[in-house]
């Protein structure tokens, strides 16, 4: 099995990289003086293989798509190439984005490396987390729909961040849930991140083409309320002293595994030594959010795959005389073209947008959607800058959750929770899960997805047993930082800070 897709002719592929890049920077040199203020180091990039990059094909792990070649850079790439970024190759990945192991690509699964080569590398960005990690890459592109960049960040010891919705464009990269997608990025610790989204001005980069990248005005404003996007100086703008972290009374599920649960409670304990405080607050509604995504997300699917018949997109079926089945045209192209994980969400998402289940489920969630996001903004100290400010409802408040004041509960500036719920599971036995444990894997990722938060994964210790050689093995877990809407400078500056504190191992 191949943890990570090289494409074929990869020197040629490179100089023709290189070149382009040359004439790209001069062309763009005096456009984006402000923005490359800061110094551009030639890194190596790995991309996702549902993000277009010249020289490459980008087939989304799908034999709809095999052979496929998109004659331009994804945005991001472009943006990336312009800051001295090379494209090293193409990253193996779960089909469409639909998996939570990396496993169910049409061609080679991803497994995990250096010693654990019989677990998961976790999905769907499985294989950029894993070129990282290998070394391969500096950086690498994912995409986080629902947690696909985190959760290979936790399985493999490497840092993921989701930015904020809108930040980052996503044109160029095929989509699977168009309100849910994020483009987002892996590296072995938080500075190579923090640097290209704040030290070389991403977070500016507006993107006409991208009716989801949000307006240079509104962006601007942002800013204005936001601190930290002056430079990428993470020991000045990153202190812990005198923040407030929340841990959610929610996320200490039954599914926990108690090693995640210590490292998790451990990693708030030195938060407080470095002068951090810790509270405990309540999101009444994230126990609902994972139904919601498992709805809303395989909608959105389901209407973005439709397009793939092998007559305007994919590959056709030519092993018969006709492509037709039962009267329908393109249904053996569709029947061959797709995985089985791919095809279970098309007929999820066909269903909940009939017109007899649409009021019951798809409208439910979007309710419950809503909900979602209105309890992370109630916590948080900051406003949102897109919402006005609303109130804490202390009838909704568990009793658990102390009162800061007449007003409401503690408001914090940041929530910490565990990124995955368990350690990297063997590859035999994720073949043996069914398709709910599976989706299960994504209970804490799925909230922040659902309210377009910023959110990032760093390896942290976790307890183990000597005795117990898979314990030394898998000694490390996933713990997951999450700020208000766009307060992702911060995030990414006060995780950088926090990464040697939470993790005093070294994993590479």
């Not at 950086?139 to 980052?168: E, H, I, N, W």
Request: include cysteine.
């Amino acid at each position: 099995m191949s943890t990570y897709v090289r494409h074929s002719q990869i020197r040629d592929a490179r100089r023709l990289i290189s070149t382009q890049w040359r004439s790209a920077t001069a062309q763009h040199r005096s456009l984006h003086q402000a923005t490359h203020s800061a110094k551009s180091e030639t890194a190596r990039l790995a991309v996702k293989d549902s993000i277009a990059a010249t020289g490459f094909t980008t087939t989304c792990a799908s034999n709809i798509l095999a052979g496929n070649k998109i004659p331009f850079d994804a945005t991001i790439v472009r943006q990336l190439r312009e800051r001295g970024a090379i494209v090293t190759g193409k990253a193996g990945m779960d089909e469409f984005g639909m998996g939570t192991h990396s496993t169910t690509s049409a061609f080679e699964s991803v497994h995990n490396v250096l010693g654990l080569e019989k677990y998961s590398a976790g999905g769907s960005s499985g294989g950029s987390a894993v070129a990282v990690r290998k070394g391969e890459a500096d950086l690498a592109l994912g995409t986080d729909t629902g947690g696909s960049v985190r959760m290979p960040a936790a399985y493999t010891g490497t840092v993921g961040f989701k930015p904020s919705y809108g930040m980052l464009s996503r044109w160029g990269v095929v989509p699977y849930a168009n309100s849910l997608d994020t483009v987002g990025l892996l590296a072995r610790t938080v500075g190579p991140i923090g640097n290209a989204i704040v030290g070389q001005g991403l977070y500016l980069e507006h993107d006409h083409n991208d009716p989801t990248s949000l307006p240079a005005d509104v962006r601007k404003r942002c800013v204005a309320e936001r601190r930290s996007y002056g430079s990428w100086n993470p020991v000045e703008e990153g202190k812990v002293r005198g923040l407030t972290f929340g841990l959610p009374i929610e996320y200490h599920i039954e599914e926990l595994d108690p090693r995640i649960r210590q490292g998790w409670l451990r990693a708030a304990q030195k938060i407080q030594k470095l002068g951090g405080r810790i509270v405990p607050v309540s999101l009444p509604f994230t126990k609902n959010a994972l139904s919601a995504y498992y709805v809303i997300a395989p909608a959105e699917a389901a209407s973005n795959l439709s397009k793939y018949d092998g007559i305007r997109y994919g590959q056709r079926n030519s092993e018969h005389a006709s492509d037709s089945y039962d009267g329908i045209l393109y249904a053996k192209t569709r029947e061959t073209g797709f995985g089985s994980e791919v095809k279970r969400r098309i007929l999820l998402g066909s269903y909940t947008l009939s017109s007899e289940a649409m009021d019951n489920y798809f409208i439910q969630a979007q309710k419950v959607r809503r909900l979602v996001k209105r309890d992370f903004d109630r916590v948080f100290k900051l406003s949102n800058p897109l919402e006005d400010q609303q109130a804490f409802d202390l009838s909704e408040m568990d009793d658990s959750v102390q009162l800061e004041n007449k007003l409401g509960p503690a408001q914090v500036d940041f929530l910490l929770c565990p990124t995955a719920p368990t350690t990297p599971p063997l590859l035999e036995d994720v073949m043996r899960q069914t398709p709910l444990d599976s989706y299960m894997n994504d209970v804490f990722t799925v909230p922040a997805s659902l309210a377009g938060l910023p959110a990032i994964s760093i390896p942290m210790d976790i307890p183990v047993d000597p005795a117990k050689e898979e314990e030394k093995l898998l000694s490390f877990g996933g713990l997951q930082v999450i700020g208000q809407y766009w307060d992702d400078a911060r995030l990414l500056s006060v995780a950088d800070v926090l990464s040697p504190h939470v993790l005093e191992q070294k994993l590479f």
